[in-house]
């Protein structure tokens, strides 16, 4: 029974650490503009890829060769895009930083 009381506070601190309440929501508000965009393809670029490990499996090279670089492609593309601001806070990013330096924000 005590465990309906546990704070609520501790499972949020975990999710990430380096991020105000603030922060967070800014981010949350640009997800459904950059980051599920993002998701949408790398899960693409992954699907595409399988389909042409599928073409070697089962012996059709055409496949395999159409869509492992569509594949590679469309999950390379995404990287493309998120280089320059930051998805929470749309300050200036570095090509290879993965978290935000102005505000802590996690650059998927
Ligand atoms: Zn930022």
Redesign the pocket.
Known sequence: MTDATAPSTVVKARKAPRMTYKQEIQTIKNLPRTQRLIVIMKIAGVFLVAIGLEGIVTGQYAYTLLFIPLGVFVSMMPIKIRTGV?I????PLEQHQAI?P????PQM
Do not use: D, P, Y
């Open positions: 930051c929470a806070c749309r300050s935000c102005k505000c802590g924000a």
